[in-house]
């Protein structure tokens, strides 16, 4: 069974790299950096994330400034990604609690176990599983699966994932680590252009032949 499903997983994994093409991982970000554009990039869409960034960075001068300003004006920085006031919140608690000597950093995680560093994470308030999952693998290079609405309903019709598995974990003990970045980043790409929430384009998917659930919608 187990056999099945690795071969199950290579396949797809190859069908979405010729459809994706190869991603290079970028490393330009510290932990920390990843962190913040994680909390603001949740429910929004990478556009409003980027831009809700660039007004965080266009209004203050460094962590110190963001950790010592009101939630408020963080809030009023950061609005066009909505929930400003939530994220606004998360964010300066983070900073106020990894300061340390006058330093803003989480590169101490480097030296956890990645479901340690993974944990460690998710005592943040605000920071689930999902954002300190993207954080543990972008940024720390822990294999820790991250799991988001795209990758969750993907995985499930195709059967990567049965009923009653957690994602995070199934895929995390399922996926190479060397594959994680890249496997996951062509999950959401399927999710939002091919396999989508309400009408999944099984006519038109590369993965029709070995996907059960696209093979009883077409049928
Ligand atoms: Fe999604 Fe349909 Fe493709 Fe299966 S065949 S992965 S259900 S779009």
């Given at each position: 069974?187990?056999?099945?499903?690795?071969?199950?997983?290579?396949?797809?994994?190859?069908?979405?790299?010729?459809?994706?093409?190869?991603?290079?991982?970028?490393?330009?970000r510290t932990p920390l950096m990843t962190l913040i554009q994680t909390v603001l990039s949740?429910?929004?869409?990478?556009?409003?994330r980027?831009?809700a960034e660039?007004?965080l960075w266009?209004?203050?001068?460094?962590y110190?400034?963001i950790?010592?300003?009101?939630?408020?004006?963080i809030?009023?920085?950061i609005?066009?990604?909505?929930?400003?006031?939530?994220k606004?919140?998360t964010i300066?608690?983070i900073l106020?609690?990894?300061?340390?000597?006058?330093?803003y950093?989480l590169?101490?995680?480097?030296?956890?176990?990645?479901?340690?560093?993974?944990?460690?994470?998710?005592?943040?308030?605000?920071?689930?599983?999902?954002t300190?999952?993207?954080v543990?693998?972008?940024?720390?290079?822990?294999?820790?699966?991250?799991?988001?609405?795209?990758?969750?309903?993907?995985?499930?019709?195709?059967?990567?994932?049965?009923?009653?598995?957690?994602?995070?974990?199934?895929?995390?003990?399922?996926?190479?680590?060397?594959?994680?970045?890249?496997?996951?980043?062509?999950?959401?790409?399927?999710?939002?252009?091919?396999?989508?929430?309400?009408?999944?384009?099984?006519?038109?998917?590369?993965?029709?032949?070995?996907?059960?659930?696209?093979?009883?919608?077409?049928?």
């Amino acid at each position: 069974m187990k056999k099945d499903r690795t071969h199950l997983l290579s396949w797809v994994k190859e069908k979405l790299e010729l459809q994706y093409g190869p991603i290079e991982k970028n490393q330009d970000r510290t932990p920390l950096m990843t962190l913040i554009q994680t909390v603001l990039s949740q429910n929004t869409n990478d556009d409003n994330r980027d831009k809700a960034e660039k007004g965080l960075w266009n209004r203050f001068n460094g962590y110190r400034e963001i950790a010592n300003s009101s939630v408020e004006e963080i809030a009023d920085a950061i609005k066009t990604g909505g929930l400003q006031k939530q994220k606004a919140q998360t964010i300066k608690k983070i900073l106020q609690s990894v300061e340390k000597d006058g330093k803003y950093t989480l590169s101490h995680l480097n030296d956890l176990e990645p479901e340690a560093a993974w944990k460690k994470l998710m005592e943040f308030d605000g920071v689930g599983k999902k954002t300190a999952a993207v954080v543990a693998l972008f940024a720390l290079d822990k294999p820790i699966f991250p799991v988001d609405t795209h990758v969750r309903r993907v995985t499930s019709r195709l059967g990567l994932v049965r009923k009653g598995e957690k994602h995070h974990e199934t895929l995390t003990g399922l996926v190479p680590n060397e594959e994680m970045y890249q496997f996951h980043l062509h999950l959401i790409q399927h999710g939002r252009e091919t396999c989508k929430a309400r009408k999944p384009q099984c006519n038109q998917c590369a993965l029709l032949e070995r996907c059960p659930t696209g093979q009883e919608v077409v049928t």
